[in-house]
Nanobody, 125 residues
Framework: QVQLVESGGGLVQAGGSLKLSCAAS????????MGWFRQAPGKEREFVAA????????MHADSVKGRFTISKENAENMAYLQMNNLKPEDTAVYHC??????????????????WGQGTQVTVSS
């Protein structure tokens, strides 16, 4: 069972930046990807970004492309989400996630097996 713990959320003004961190307790033989999703009140959980465990391949949602960057530090089982030029519509709880030999689309909640408790990001206008 992979445990994920996020940190780095907070309150920021529009146009500002935040960097989220995610610490994974371990990597299993079936863990190939890590990712970030977000969920705003009254909305479904939404894909933000994903990265292979090696860090060689990344994917970002169109809504954050050019503003957010996912990265990894393999030696410490860490994943990060650098968020620049934040907008009020980025306000949400951000969840770190990891797969267990996931199948299907990385953008789908069903691909992912492990979830962190989330960290709140609030962007004021």
């Amino acid at each position: 069972q992979v445990q994920l713990v996020e940190s780095g959320g907070g309150l920021v003004q529009a146009g500002g930046s935040l960097k989220l961190s995610c610490a994974a307790s371990e990597r299993t033989d079936s863990t190939h990807y890590m990712g970030w999703f977000r969920q705003a009140p009254g909305k479904e959980r939404e894909f933000v970004a994903a990265i292979t465990w090696s860090g060689a391949y990344t994917m970002h949602a169109d809504s954050v492309k050019g503003r957010f960057t996912i990265s990894k530090e393999n030696a410490e089982n860490m994943a990060y989400l650098q968020m620049n030029n934040l907008k009020p519509e980025d306000t949400a709880v951000y969840h770190c996630t990891a797969d267990n030999s996931g199948n299907g689309s990385l953008r789908s909640v069903g691909f992912w097996a492990y979830w962190g408790q989330g960290t709140q990001v609030t962007v004021s206008s």
